[in-house]
């Protein structure tokens, strides 16, 4: 899924904190002692509230304008800025069907990784979407001429 790109409010906080907030998602905050710090964690706190949003089922916000955004009095802006993060891709439920005795190597392989079926499954199409990928184009096959 592509990255989606929202405003976020870079300010100064207490004791030389810095601060980034984000008008779009409500209690969507970080903080760091750095300006670089809190903007390495922006993304990763963006894209937790886009989290929390698709496990409510609820849909993404259109990003806010930047001169719709309204400031609180207190805010000491330092500047706007856009941050990237991608969005949850949803999961669907799939029936497969596979011997038996494939399925229980399976489980054994997943337990031994610490994983439950649905990952394993998950990395193991990765791995093999990888593997061919080489020999697969943009839009199926490569002919050999």
Same mark, same amino acid.
């Given at each position: 899924?592509?990255?989606? $790109?929202?405003?976020?409010? /870079?300010?100064?906080?207490?004791?030389?904190?810095?601060?980034?907030? $984000?008008?779009?998602?409500?209690?969507?905050?970080?903080? *760091?002692?750095?300006?670089?710090?809190?903007? *390495?964690?922006?993304?990763?706190?963006? !894209? @937790?509230?886009?989290?929390?949003?698709? @496990?409510?089922?609820?849909?993404?916000?259109?990003?806010?304008? /930047?001169?719709?955004? %309204?400031?609180?009095? !207190?805010?000491?802006l330092?500047?706007?800025?856009?941050?990237?993060?991608?969005?949850?891709?949803?999961?669907?439920?799939?029936?497969?069907?596979?011997?038996?005795? /494939?399925? !229980?190597?399976?489980?054994?392989?997943a337990? !031994?990784?610490?994983?439950?079926?649905s990952?394993?499954?998950?990395? *193991?199409?990765? %791995?093999?979407?990888?593997?061919?990928?080489?020999?697969?184009?943009? $839009?199926?096959?490569?002919?050999?001429?």
């Amino acid at each position: 899924m592509a990255q989606r $790109f929202y405003p976020a409010v /870079l300010e100064r906080g207490e004791n030389g904190a810095v601060g980034v907030w $984000f008008p779009d998602f409500p209690g969507c905050v970080t903080c *760091a002692r750095s300006q670089e710090e809190a903007m *390495a964690r922006a993304s990763d706190a963006l !894209e @937790e509230a886009m989290r929390t949003l698709a @496990e409510r089922d609820e849909a993404l916000p259109p990003p806010s304008a /930047l001169e719709a955004i %309204q400031l609180p009095p !207190e805010c000491d802006l330092i500047t706007f800025v856009a941050v990237g993060a991608t969005p949850p891709d949803p999961s669907e439920r799939v029936n497969v069907y596979l011997p038996k005795s /494939l399925i !229980e190597r399976i489980d054994r392989a997943a337990a !031994e990784l610490g994983m439950n079926r649905s990952s394993f499954f998950g990395m *193991a199409a990765s %791995q093999a979407l990888r593997t061919v990928a080489g020999q697969l184009g943009t $839009f199926g096959p490569v002919r050999k001429r």
